[in-house]
């Protein structure tokens, strides 16, 4: 275990769209055993209704805090993490698009995925992003990233 491990971050909230390449490259590092990354993408249905697309908004100076508390935790209880890289989309996405990648860089895979795990999880609980599903009925709803319910629009 090295506790002086520098962590190398890159945070993220845009309208375009999202690069596993570039991810991956800024979360490269010579010490890296692993890097695991995680891709949300948009699905074309939910809870087999069929989604026509969705539409992300965020709180951008909140979601960054929260980005970099998660690289703080990830810090504290993987010091051998050497680099934490989350980046989100907002705006309108389509089925397929990617709507969030993290990733994180481990001199060993086991912490690798752990650590991407926690992010992506924890982001979904703590990060104030929103998304409004559009169904192919013609009907949509806000959802909340987190444990917020459904409402109807």
């Known amino acids: 275990m090295n506790l002086l491990t ?3 971050t890159s945070f993220q909230i845009t309208l375009a769209p999202l690069s596993i390449d ?3 490259q800024e979360a490269s590092h010579p010490g890296n055993g692993a890097v695991v990354v995680m891709s949300g993408t948009v699905r074309d249905n939910t809870n087999g209704r069929p989604v026509d697309y969705l539409e992300y908004q965020a709180y951008e100076p909140m979601a960054l805090k929260v980005f970099a508390d998660i690289a703080r935790q990830i810090q504290q209880r993987w010091p051998d993490a050497n680099s934490v ?7 309108k996405l389509r089925i397929g ?3 969030v990648l993290v990733a994180v860089g481990t001199p ?3 912490e690798g995925f752990a650590a991407c795990q926690f992010a992506i ?4 609980h703590n990060a104030p992003i929103w998304k409004k599903e559009y169904w192919r009925d ?3 709803a806000w959802v909340s990233l987190g444990a917020c319910e459904l409402s109807s629009a």
């Open 6 to 8: 520098v962590l190398k």
């Open 97 to 99: 698009e990617i709507s």
């Open 85 to 91: 890289v989350i980046h989100h989309r907002i705006g």
């Open 22 to 24: 570039r991810v991956h």
């Open 138 to 140: 013609g009907t949509s």
């Open 108 to 110: 060993h895979r086991a």
């Open 121 to 124: 999880d924890t982001l979904k």
